[in-house]
């Protein structure tokens, strides 16, 4: 069993592994009319194999609470775009005292992460400011870590495309003496490039550790100018590999279709480029098989989904018409029971709603293969779903 260095990985152990996946590839034509060509699998073929490879440690998914989920509602946290910080505030510290079963929140955080760690918190800007991870969270979130004695200076906020993050309200104004930083970048003369001409995502991406597919991204100039998104190849963040050594991920409560796009999604989607390429055949797979790799299955030690308010229809992005004061936070360390609580939520409003009359056949699919991977609980019927109302 191979260890996965916490900061880093070497490229050439890692490209020797995937390149046993991509001979096959490589080699797909010339076995045309073959076996192989015969038995074609229906779906792409991923390089997951690589993942399961490394050595997990204490951290690792699910966590220090398998199968535990802590659902805190207040009624009075939100009115209209408003949201109450002291509500959310107090939210949080219950669920995370329910959560470890303490009394002192201190004493929660001081569980996951500790004054030597450099801590990123993982947000979601994605559908623009009507429906990002909230402020006040975030806010909640900080102030928390900093009563348990973690220097502001060594907490990071980010997510795959900085520009999103600015425009959502993260920035050092609101968040002083916190770096805020993304994987997709743009300079003060809205560049994506740099005087050479080089993305500047390029400079964020790890090529050391990818998740490999076998299909094939090209480079969209018109709608992801920003992105590196070619080849076969979706590389890690540095952000992830390189400068945290812990994340918490904080998603929103909102739906991706007849699924959800939660504390997974937040995760596989947010932390990896060439992406667009994924989601046809393998959005699934990706939610799921992305979080298996060290970077993000060794380091996320807690996930909280922001439910204060979210949307039951149209997402991932932000329809207005479906976006729901539904004031209540999810937490928990394992990302499969709780995204799997999240989807019940989700499914009982769109039921509830007439958005839908039966759920889809491959809502839960990211969760099954999930748990095949033994990163959490997907059995509705052993989790321990703990609600609680304020």
């Known amino acids: 069993m191979e260890k996965?260095?916490?900061?880093?990985?070497?490229?050439?152990?890692?490209?020797?592994?995937?390149?046993?996946?991509?001979?096959?590839?490589?080699?797909?034509?010339?076995?045309?009319?073959?076996?192989?060509?015969?038995?074609?699998?229906?779906?792409?073929?991923?390089?997951?194999?690589?993942?399961?490879?490394?050595?997990?440690?204490?951290?690792?998914?699910?966590?220090?609470?398998?199968?535990?989920?802590?659902?805190?509602?207040?009624?009075?946290?939100?009115?209209?775009?408003?949201?109450?910080?002291?509500?959310?505030?107090?939210?949080?510290?219950?669920?995370?005292?329910n959560l470890a079963n303490e009394s002192s929140v201190e004493k929660v955080w001081k569980l996951f992460v500790s004054q030597d760690d450099i801590i990123g918190i993982k947000v979601n800007p994605v559908a623009g400011k009507i429906l990002s991870t909230s402020l006040e969270l975030t806010k909640a979130v900080i102030a928390q870590l900093e009563k348990a004695?973690?220097?502001?200076?060594?907490?990071?906020?980010?997510?795959?495309?900085?520009?999103?993050?600015?425009?959502?309200?993260?920035?050092?104004?609101?968040?002083?003496?916190?770096?805020?930083?993304?994987?997709?970048?743009?300079?003060?003369?809205?560049?994506?490039?740099?005087?050479?001409?080089?993305?500047?995502?390029?400079?964020?991406i790890d090529k050391s550790i990818f998740y490999w597919a076998d299909i094939e991204g090209k480079y969209d100039k018109d709608t992801l100018p920003y992105m590196v998104n070619e080849g076969f190849h979706s590389y890690f963040t540095k952000i992830c590999t390189q400068k945290v050594t812990k994340i918490i991920n904080i998603p929103i409560l909102k739906n991706a279709g007849g699924s959800l796009t939660g504390a997974m999604k937040n995760l596989a989607y947010g932390s990896i480029t060439n992406t667009g390429r994924l989601h046809q055949d393998l959005w699934a797979e990706t939610c799921a098989e992305v979080c298996a790799f060290p970077p993000l299955r060794d380091k996320v030690v807690l996930n909280?989904?922001?439910?204060?308010?979210?949307?039951?229809?149209?997402?991932?992005?932000?329809?207005?018409?479906?976006?729901?004061?539904?004031?209540?936070?999810?937490?928990?360390?394992?990302?499969?029971?709780?995204?799997?609580?999240?989807?019940?939520?989700?499914?009982?409003?769109?039921?509830?709603?007439?958005?839908?009359?039966?759920?889809?056949?491959?809502?839960?699919?990211?969760?099954?293969?999930?748990?095949?991977?033994?990163?959490?609980?997907?059995?509705l019927n052993k989790i321990n779903w703990n609600r609680v109302s304020l």
Do not use: H
Request: glycine fraction near 8%; hydrophobic fraction near 40%; proline fraction near 4%.
């Open 4 to 97: 996965f260095d916490n900061q880093n990985i070497k490229r050439r152990d890692f490209c020797k592994i995937a390149g046993e996946v991509s001979a096959v590839a490589v080699f797909a034509p010339v076995l045309s009319g073959s076996i192989l060509a015969q038995t074609k699998p229906s779906k792409p073929k991923t390089n997951i194999e690589d993942a399961l490879k490394f050595e997990r440690n204490e951290n690792s998914m699910p966590g220090k609470f398998p199968a535990k989920v802590i659902q805190i509602t207040n009624e009075k946290a939100s009115e209209e775009a408003m949201i109450n910080y002291e509500i959310v505030y107090t939210m949080l510290e219950k669920g995370l005292c």
């Open 149 to 204: 004695g973690i220097n502001r200076k060594k907490i990071v906020i980010w997510d795959r495309r900085e520009f999103q993050l600015t425009e959502c309200g993260f920035t050092n104004e609101a968040f002083p003496d916190i770096e805020i930083i993304g994987t997709e970048r743009q300079d003060k003369s809205g560049s994506f490039v740099d005087d050479k001409g080089i993305l500047y995502s390029e400079q964020m």
């Open 304 to 379: 909280i989904i922001d439910g204060i308010r979210g949307c039951i229809n149209g997402g991932p992005g932000a329809n207005p018409q479906f976006i729901r004061n539904i004031n209540t936070l999810l937490v928990g360390t394992d990302p499969v029971a709780i995204d799997r609580i999240a989807y019940e939520i989700i499914l009982k409003k769109r039921l509830e709603e007439k958005i839908i009359k039966e759920e889809s056949a491959k809502g839960k699919a990211f969760l099954e293969l999930a748990q095949n991977l033994k990163l959490g609980t997907a059995d």
